[in-house]
């Protein structure tokens, strides 16, 4: 992440808004993908903030989650003030040791608490966004005391040699697990997609927020199928992967960085298309997984689906019956 503090006209401010929301959607993705590498209710730690023990699972997949909705914001304020949103990241990383991934964890918070912390606003009018920026730090620094915190409690524990899960031997030849892995990369992107449009028409509150909807649904599904291929034996992959230090491997673009549609029709008539190839996809894999838990999560994603396909559909017939409508 670029070091970047002073912030005195509309160019440097989009800069900076920028570096942060890159830096945001990284981690968003960075932590769900540690989080499904440990085993839940395993590595127990006295948190800090809520005074109370929780497991370190559960609470990396929750901080994924408060990054994915600092990006939203950072994202509609760029919107707002003008701005064009990137939709690039940052390199995300993941190691073979559990306490490795949580340590570059605490890192990439006491380097984004940095940022928000020191950016200096000059000839800058936007109390409103400035406030967003010292409450979104706050939350930061929350993040850095819970990661310390398991950190701690894994080298206090005796955890520092575990590993974490590894990919199943046959994830590149079994027919379910490749399909499976198939449907968490199109949620990845349907997911993103969605943002995308929500932030392209921020100021239609009707369209958005119908369209936030079905994004945030997205998100649940790619979390509960990371959570499926750990059942299966397997770990969710990252997408692009190529070799980092300490046995790790990393993804310089873990999400797709441009979507296509700049128009109302356009949006829907891609989001339609997105909806039917999940539709195709889950009829298949259902017919692959066993029956029980893991093949009835998938008929409650499928059914999700229909419901956006029923949506995208009417949204796209009565934006097509308004003339002049963009």
């Avoid at 005074?51 to 408060?66: K, M, P, V, Y």
Wanted: with cysteine; proline share 4%; aromatic share 10%.
């Amino acid at each position: 992440m670029e070091k970047f503090y002073r912030v005195n006209n509309a160019e440097t401010l989009f800069k900076y808004l920028n570096i942060a929301l890159e830096h945001e959607w990284a981690v968003s993705f960075e932590y769900v993908i540690h989080a499904y590498s440990m085993p839940k209710g395993k590595y127990f730690y006295f948190d800090p903030v809520m005074n109370c023990q929780f497991d370190a699972r559960a609470q990396t997949i929750q901080i994924g989650l408060d990054e994915m909705y600092h990006a939203l914001q950072i994202g509609l304020i760029i919107k707002q003030l003008g701005g064009q949103p990137s939709f690039k990241t940052d390199v995300i990383k993941r190691y073979p040791r559990i306490i490795d991934n949580l340590k570059r964890d605490k890192m990439t918070e006491d380097e984004v608490t940095e940022l928000y912390q020191k950016v200096r606003f000059e000839n800058i009018n936007q109390p409103k966004l400035q406030n967003m920026v010292l409450n979104i730090a706050a939350d930061e620094i929350r993040h850095g005391q819970q990661f310390q915190a398991m950190i701690s409690t894994m080298e206090k524990e005796g955890w520092k040699e575990d590993l974490g899960f590894q990919p199943h031997p046959e994830a590149e030849s079994r027919e379910d697990l490749k399909l499976l892995h198939e449907l968490c990369q199109l949620e990845n992107s349907m997911m993103h997609e969605y943002l995308y449009y929500v932030l392209l028409f921020s100021e239609h509150q009707d369209l958005s927020q119908r369209l936030f909807k079905n994004s945030i649904n997205h998100m649940r599904h790619w979390d509960k199928l990371s959570g499926i291929l750990v059942k299966m034996g397997d770990v969710l992959r990252l997408e692009n992967p190529e070799p980092a230090e300490n046995g790790g491997e990393q993804s310089r673009i873990p999400m797709p960085e441009a979507y296509p549609g700049g128009s109302r029709i356009e949006a829907l008539t891609s989001l339609l298309k997105g909806e039917r190839v999940l539709l195709e996809k889950y009829e298949r894999a259902m017919k692959l997984v066993p029956e029980g838990d893991i093949r009835n999560q998938l008929i409650a994603h499928l059914s999700l689906c229909r419901e956006h396909l029923y949506t995208q559909q009417s949204l796209l017939e009565n934006a097509r019956k308004i003339k002049g409508l963009e």
